[in-house]
């Protein structure tokens, strides 16, 4: 952990984007180059920020571990995770929903519920809540196979339009809950970094008010 | 699980290599010569404890805990933590011993066992209890103690953040009137998740003004001292509620932190909730180096010893070495070889006795080797800083 430069942890992807603008907006000078270079690690020449560009789900991981100071990672791998973090601002960016889903007319023969999921830690505490003992089966991607080849009875996971079900014939049964990006911070960098994280932190929700304003 | 390979220990489980337990002496001797001025008395307790009591007391969940039954079939557990066993010892042994007590301890502490690295089943802690002393006074001496045990140790830019549960739970309470609330919002401050305690409190449909103030709290930790000071003022009603005694204290600790000069490196952060569910007032962790982690923690647990059936105010504190060692960048110089060789021959057996029998008495570091028990001498000679030969094939004395 540097004492002098900030390490941001990116989660590269589908949030990328999103989350590129929100960090223009707040007022960072990132290059041109930011969203298409290949190399993973970038300091900004004006100011004392470093940024790595890591798979979304590991960015918890670099943020908890004291590799990132900060970082952009979406609820549902925050949830996944269950990562020691602080989760300080909903930056309101790459909004989407966690749900349950899986063909119109499915009927359930099995004893027990049979669910396909990249988020097996969300699913289970979905449905232990829910007072019900499913079998989970995790998988990687392309989760809505599953329930049309007769893997599992059902999935769990995140829908943004609803275009990937619709295609693939399958119906939304449950929606468990919204999800947006948050920027998470160490704990340890937190008190070793206040003050110049307390500024990144003004500045992001200041930013993000900008585009909840913009967006309504 | 498949059969174990030779070289493999139980998961979370690790050697220690002398490299490394030399620096870890080293730290255990300075912390041990410091507790020791400060007047604290060391004390050890076994490794295995009934569930029924410290494992039911020690606040660490059921399943981080290592347990199993013992040959009478009791149902025992690797101690979890060291607090405690002490609180046992307090209530029991050391029952009639006078207030206030101030305990002190080494120990190792076993938690399972997570798959990931960083997180060991088994750490070695260094800690002090101050039992019987409900003022901030105490509360002030384990926190400069705490300080400058972190301080000796070398490790770099020594922070500390300082929160107030007791203070947490009545502000709460005040608000909502209701505990399960008020144990959720804690949860979620534990949990370091501020966007889902606003969402919280959005979803509580509590009057504007209360959810206002429970908003304002969460983002009072980015605020500095001064600021966080006034605005806790601004949270006290009335004058004889828990929360203003509570602020009463915080005041008082801040006061004190400043004439021993720590003020500057302290962080008061009201919204800090650790996660020991022991503790009732002044909580703190201690961060510095390299490492992601806080490498020390600690606060005030009044209602502890009452589970042992002796209620008395404590207050202490542990520093994990594990996590100090990794934070502290130890220089190359002072890792070097500080041992010196004698090579001697049979000749030359009572010289050589004698010269290092002179040189450890001086305090330092000899090796007595027979040269023909070395198998590749320049490999040996290079573990040295120097090397004496008494090589002669002549008697020398005797």
């Avoid at chain 2, 020791?36 to 004390?43: A, E, L, P, T």
């Amino acid at each position: 952990m540097n004492q002098s430069v900030i390490t941001i942890a990116m989660p590269k992807g589908r949030i990328f984007g999103d989350a590129c603008r929100l960090l223009r907006n707040a007022g960072f000078q990132l290059p041109d180059t930011f969203e298409t270079t290949r190399k993973l690690i970038l300091d900004l020449e004006s100011e004392p920020f470093r940024f790595i560009l890591a798979k979304p789900v590991d960015v918890p991981t670099y943020v908890e571990y004291g590799a990132a100071d900060l970082g952009i990672s979406g609820k549902d791998v925050l949830l996944e995770s269950g990562r020691d973090v602080y989760e300080m601002v909903d930056l309101g960016i790459s909004k989407c929903h966690m749900a349950v889903a899986g063909l119109p007319a499915h009927q359930n023969h099995n004893p027990f519920l049979k669910i396909a999921t990249k988020y097996p830690n969300i699913a289970s505490d979905f449905y232990r809540r829910r007072g019900e003992q499913v079998d989970l089966i995790a998988l990687n991607g392309s989760i809505e196979l599953a329930p049309i080849v007769g893997l599992a009875d059902a999935i769990v996971d995140i829908v943004s339009t609803g275009q990937t079900l619709k295609e693939n014939g399958l119906v939304e049964y449950n929606r468990l809950l919204d999800i947006s990006s948050r920027l998470i911070v160490n704990p340890v960098s937190y008190r070793l970094k206040k003050t110049l994280i307390d500024q990144i932190v003004e500045k992001m929700i200041r930013a993000t008010e900008g585009t909840k304003i913009g967006m309504d | 699980m498949s059969q174990p390979y030779m070289f493999e220990k139980p998961l979370g489980l690790r050697d220690t290599l002398p490299r490394a337990q030399q620096e870890i002496s080293r730290l255990e001797l300075i912390f041990q010569r410091e507790l020791q001025r400060w007047g604290y008395d060391f004390i050890k307790t076994p490794a295995l404890e009934y569930a029924e009591t410290i494992g039911r007391a020690s606040a660490i969940a059921d399943n981080r805990l290592f347990k199993f039954l013992d040959a009478e079939g009791h149902p025992v557990v690797l101690r979890p933590d060291m607090t405690t066993p002490i609180a046992r010892i307090a209530a029991s042994s050391l029952r009639d011993a006078p207030l206030p007590l101030r305990l002190a301890y080494t120990a190792d502490l076993y938690r399972s066992q997570r798959k990931e690295g960083g997180h060991p089943s088994e750490f070695e802690q260094t800690g002090a209890e101050l039992i019987g002393d409900a003022t901030p006074y105490a509360d002030v001496e384990v926190i400069s103690l705490m300080m400058s045990l972190l301080e000796k140790s070398g490790l770099a830019s020594v922070r500390l953040a300082v929160g107030h549960v007791g203070f947490v739970n009545a502000f709460f309470y005040d608000l909502v009137k209701d505990k399960e609330i008020v144990k959720r919002l804690r949860n979620l401050l534990y949990n370091k998740n501020d966007v889902g305690f606003h969402e919280y409190v959005a979803s509580l449909n509590l009057p504007d003004n209360a959810s206002k103030r429970l908003n304002t709290f969460v983002d009072s930790r980015r605020m500095n001292n001064e600021e966080t000071l006034a605005y806790i003022e601004t949270l006290v009603s009335g004058s004889a509620t828990p929360v203003h005694s509570y602020y009463r204290n915080i005041l008082e600790l801040i006061h004190l932190l400043k004439l021993d000069h720590l003020e500057s490196r302290i962080d008061l952060d009201i919204t800090l909730v650790p996660h020991l569910s022991y503790y009732t007032g002044f909580v703190f962790q201690g961060f510095g180096g390299n490492l992601g982690f806080p490498v020390a923690s600690g606060g005030r647990y009044d209602d502890l010893l009452a589970k042992f059936n002796r209620p008395c105010p404590a207050t202490g504190f542990g520093i994990r070495l594990d996590r100090l060692m990794s934070a502290i960048k130890i220089p190359e110089d002072k890792r070097a070889k500080r041992k010196s060789a004698v090579i001697y021959n049979r000749e030359n057996a009572g010289t050589a006795m004698r010269f290092a029998a002179e040189e450890r008495e001086k305090g330092r570091a000899v090796v007595l080797q027979h040269a023909d028990g070395i198998d590749n001498p320049d490999q040996f000679e290079q573990q040295f800083e120097t090397v004496n030969y008494f090589l002669d094939r002549t008697e020398t004395g005797e």
